[in-house]
């Protein structure tokens, strides 16, 4: 019995891990394709649709134009725990 506690915690955290993985891989291709349109159109987009993708409210990733110049992309880790990319610093930090 204990085993199979110990297996399923260890699959939980293999899996955890594999979907933290691919939403950060979604999240680095928003990033692209927003750092992209900004070369081409000299401009943020407004959205995620200008850049070709569709924003649902169970996303792997999240975009936010800030203000005229920055923006954000975030994804989910846990409840009440996101990860964040800021275009200001080009930096990823974690918080609830």
Request: proline share 1%.
């Amino acid at each position: 019995m204990k085993y199979k506690i110990l297996i399923c915690v260890l699959l939980f955290g293999i899996c955890s891990c594999n979907e933290e993985k691919e939403r950060e891989k979604y999240a680095k291709s928003i990033i692209e394709k927003v750092e992209l349109f900004k070369v081409k159109k000299n401009r943020l987009p407004k959205n995620v649709f200008e850049v070709g993708l569709i924003e649902l409210e169970d996303s792997k990733a999240f975009y936010e134009k800030k203000t005229d110049s920055t923006y954000i992309v975030w994804f989910g880790l846990s409840l009440g725990e996101s990860k964040t990319y800021n275009s200001t610093t080009k930096e990823w930090t974690k918080g609830g």
